[in-house]
């Protein structure tokens, strides 16, 4: 993914594009988030709240084995995202300083 970063002479860092690292896939836009992007009768998990406390790494590994369309996104335990369309193919993880996951993964 190319990234754009313009620099102003007053010191301030804008981006363009969301910092995602390259490892992951691109996003996939989507108008849903957690349970509400299942299909009737379908068990896929979109939503973890078991993961609450569990170890970021090992969090995404249940996740992406879980639901095999998505990939965990680990974030650092200031959990910032940038501006970023709503992507029907990543969970966000959001750790606190531990490590451990502190908001329940979403698809979305």
């Not at 313009?6 to 108008?31: H, T």
């Not at 979109?46 to 680990?74: C, D, F, H, Q």
């Not at 966000?92 to 993964?105: R, T």
Request: aromatic share 8%; net charge neutral; with cysteine.
């Amino acid at each position: 993914m190319e990234k754009t970063i313009i620099l102003f002479s007053f010191g301030f860092l804008f981006l363009s594009q969301p910092m995602v690292d390259a490892k992951y896939p691109p996003c996939e836009n989507c108008l849903c988030t957690g349970n509400t992007c299942k299909s009737p009768g379908e068990t896929t998990p979109y939503e973890w709240p078991e993961l609450i406390g569990v170890e970021i790494m090992k969090a995404k590994t249940i996740v992406e084995r879980s639901n095999p369309n998505v990939t965990g996104v680990p974030l650092d335990s200031g959990c910032m995202t940038l501006v970023d369309p709503v992507c029907c193919n990543r969970v966000w993880l959001c750790p606190d300083k531990k490590g451990l996951i502190k908001v329940k993964p979403v698809v979305g």
